[in-house]
Nanobody
Framework: QVQLVETGGGLVQAGGSLRLSCAAS????????MGWFRQAPGKEREFVAT????????AYADSVKGRYTISRDNTKNTVYLQLSTLKPEDTAVYYC????????????????WGQGTQVTVSS
């Protein structure tokens, strides 16, 4: 069982930055690929970024490529999502997720989810 807790959300002006963190329980964190997803009001939860267990492999949604960076510190059991050049359309609840196999862009392939953290970008 893996428990995930996201922190770092908040209110930021357009063009600003935030760093989200997701702390995981358990001693086998490096064996899990991690993903970030987001859900805006009235919309489906969508893929944002994913990273392999070693951190060597990453992938991003086209909408965030070049603005967001996913990373992880396996010594701290934590995955990060650096959000930069934020836009009002980035407003959503951001969730981290874990899966015991390789990275995936599909939300139904993740086994564990955090409770989410709200990111609000004002114009």
């Amino acid at each position: 069982q893996v428990q995930l807790v996201e922190t770092g959300g908040g209110l930021v002006q357009a063009g600003g930055s935030l760093r989200l963190s997701c702390a995981a329980s358990g001693r086998t964190f490096s064996s899990y690929a991690m993903g970030w997803f987001r859900q805006a009001p009235g919309k489906e939860r969508e893929f944002v970024a994913t990273i392999s267990g070693s951190g060597a492999g990453t992938a991003y949604a086209d909408s965030v490529k070049g603005r967001y960076t996913i990373s992880r510190d396996n010594t701290k059991n934590t995955v990060y999502l650096q959000l930069s050049t934020l836009k009002p359309e980035d407003t959503a609840v951001y969730y981290c997720a874990a899966r015991s196999q390789g990275p995936s862009v599909f939300r139904d392939r993740y086994d564990y989810w955090g409770q989410g953290t709200q990111v609000t970008v004002s114009s």
